[in-house]
């Protein structure tokens, strides 16, 4: 693990470097999470809501897509 040397500014804001942030996917405007553990600061990247989205997206094909939506349809027609 690489040691990097960081900069607080006058009011306690910690300045990371862009090496940092494009490794950990820290955007202007995104959030992190910190936590302490063990007297160390550990800063977490929270993904922002595109990212969730992206991740959470299923990809299917034609044919699952028919195959889902009869077996919707049967169902719904069992509890009518």
């Known amino acids: 693990m690489r040691e990097l040397i960081l900069r607080v500014g006058k009011k ?24 302490i553990r063990d007297n160390i600061l550990v ?5 922002d809501i595109e990212e969730k ?15 889902m939506s009869e077996e919707a349809q049967r169902e719904k027609s069992v509890y009518e």
């Open 53 to 67: 989205i992206q991740r959470t997206v299923i990809k299917l094909t034609p044919e699952e897509v028919e195959r």
């Open 12 to 35: 306690g804001e910690i300045y990371t470097t862009k090496e940092i942030r494009e490794k950990l996917g820290i955007r202007e405007g995104g959030r992190v999470i910190a936590y």
């Open 43 to 47: 800063i977490v990247p929270l993904p």
